[in-house]
């Protein structure tokens, strides 16, 4: 499986714009970039993907580098209920989620 | 459609006793998959099915795990003669084949063994 890294952890504070690194050097040319996110005491919850294009949605926005080595999950107005573990996942299609320990973001009001 | 539900939230047991946990996938999802999640860890996978089939198991998963998925609906987790080292989360999630746009998580149950 592909590895991803990131940071173990990350603060932001609340209504600031949060942005999420994960370096996934050995990605290959049909893995695509997930993001979980999960909340304490729940299941993870599925934010966004992409494969090589930037992709936005109603909950965060997705930036690929070009070489696709690495990409940002972007937060554009945090809050509080943003607080969670963040997953960055390669997969390719039908392969099982394989899941790292994340990063911890904290909201600060 | 309510998601994906878990029965039951938490379970307490005494080391040694059998425990069954049930997921209720998503109606139409015809991939149901099992995960354990360990304290400080992110999700671990156990096995999942399409539709009645088991087509993988994980490694963690040993002979006192079984799952079933009867009729291609609800799913069963058991573990018998549990240790105190099967303490975690215990995760269910399902998608429709591949699930291009991911799983779709439960909420899980929390077992304690005590």
């Known amino acids: 499986d592909a590895k991803t890294t990131q940071p173990n952890s990350m603060e932001s504070n609340e209504e600031e714009p949060v942005h999420l690194p994960c370096n996934h050097s050995t990605i290959s040319g049909t893995d695509y970039i997930h993001w979980y996110r999960q909340l304490p005491s729940q299941g993870p919850e599925y934010v966004i993907h992409?494969?090589?294009s930037n992709v936005n949605n109603r909950m965060a926005s997705l930036a690929i580098a070009e070489d696709r080595k690495s990409s940002t999950l972007i937060l554009h107005r945090a809050t509080l209920r943003d607080a969670a573990v963040y997953y960055c996942i390669l997969r390719n299609y039908g392969q099982n989620f394989v899941f790292g320990p994340g990063t911890r973001l904290s909201v600060l009001p | 459609d309510t998601g994906v539900s878990q029965d039951p939230r938490h379970k307490i047991t005494k080391r040694g006793q059998n425990v069954t946990f049930r997921c209720d996938p998503i109606s139409e999802h015809n991939r149901l998959y099992w995960y354990r999640q360990t304290l400080g860890q992110g999700p671990e996978f156990l096995t999942y099915?399409?539709?009645?089939?088991?087509?993988?198991k994980s490694r963690l998963l040993s002979d006192r795990f079984s799952a079933e998925r009867p009729k291609g609906s609800f799913s069963t987790l058991e573990i018998q003669r549990t240790e105190q080292g099967d303490s975690a989360m215990y995760l269910c999630a399902s998608s429709p084949d591949g699930g291009l746009y991911g799983y779709t998580f439960g909420s899980g149950t929390r077992l304690t063994v005590v």
């Open positions: 099915f399409q539709n009645e089939a088991q087509l993988e």
């Open positions: 992409g494969l090589t």
